[in-house]
């Protein structure tokens, strides 16, 4: 069976290649493109080197209008909660690439998508080394009790944590919260610099030129330290697979399932 797809951010670094990507594939076929910036313009002038003839639109209800299986977004933290409702609203499942949206986000997505019995899958990262960092993760904190998250990204990256960030704290507190022996709130001088806690979690957050995405979780017992490191580079690709399992996964659930890992076996 094929799958009808629409990408809302196709103008974007991911959604560029994430859009050949689909239409070069035998079961996916892209219906609809999404972007503000390039409404109303052919895809095939957005995307070079392509012959995609999809009028590329501004609003994701509009684009929704054209018969679809699953919606990719991969926009900005502002608009993506409303994107996704809209699609779960209109029977359309649902793959998150966006960074930025809050575990109250994900709690609402998750109580639509169940009602309306709609697959949503949403990734903070879909690059498999990431995807595989947060198994390893999980896996290390069951044996070692203290841990914290370093989060890393360019410069102009607007939301932190980052998104993959943000999932692996998330996947941690499934095993338990990170033993901490001196209270945060109790620390000599700004507790910022302690980092901020999320799910259980004290993640630290850099943005400096050179980074794209990297997250770094460091585990510390007595007398020895794990630590378990994932870095992007400048390109998409490495997210393109990944999104891809995703799109054909997520008519197979129902409801809400955080993180690639899960559906990657």
Not at 114 to 135: D, K, M, Q
Request: aromatic content about 6%; overall charge negative; hydrophobic content about 45%.
């Amino acid at each position: 069976m094929t799958l009808n797809v629409c990408v809302a951010g196709a103008s974007g670094w991911v959604g560029k290649p994430l859009c050949k990507a689909i239409a070069a594939t035998d079961d996916l076929k892209l219906v609809g493109a999404v972007a503000r910036s390039a409404a109303g313009r052919p895809l095939s002038d957005v995307i070079a080197g392509t012959d995609l003839d999809l009028v590329v639109s501004g609003w994701v209800r509009e684009a929704l209008e054209t018969p679809t299986d699953v919606l990719v977004e991969f926009t900005q933290p502002a608009a993506a909660k409303e994107h996704v409702l809209t699609a779960i609203d209109r029977g359309v499942h649902v793959v998150i690439g966006t960074s930025g949206l809050t575990d109250a986000d994900f709690s609402e997505i998750e109580q639509a998508a169940s009602a309306h019995n709609v697959g949503v899958i949403a990734a903070g990262n879909f690059a498999i080394t990431a995807v595989l960092l947060e198994r390893f993760a999980r896996e290390a904190a069951k044996y070692i009790p203290s841990w914290e998250v370093i989060d890393y990204a360019k410069d102009t990256k607007p939301d932190a944590p980052s998104g993959t960030a943000r999932e692996v704290a998330f996947h941690l507190a499934q095993v338990g919260d990170s033993k901490i022996a001196y209270p945060v709130d109790q620390t000599i001088g700004p507790k910022e610099s302690r980092g901020a806690n999320l799910n259980g979690t004290q993640v630290h957050s850099i943005r400096l030129p050179s980074y794209t995405i990297g997250v770094e979780v460091i585990f510390g017992a007595e007398d020895e330290r794990l630590t378990i490191r994932h870095d992007a580079g400048t390109g998409a690709a490495p997210y393109i697979q990944g999104t891809l399992l995703a799109i054909r996964k997520a008519p197979t659930v129902t409801g809400l399932i955080r993180g690639l890992a899960n559906v990657l076996d």
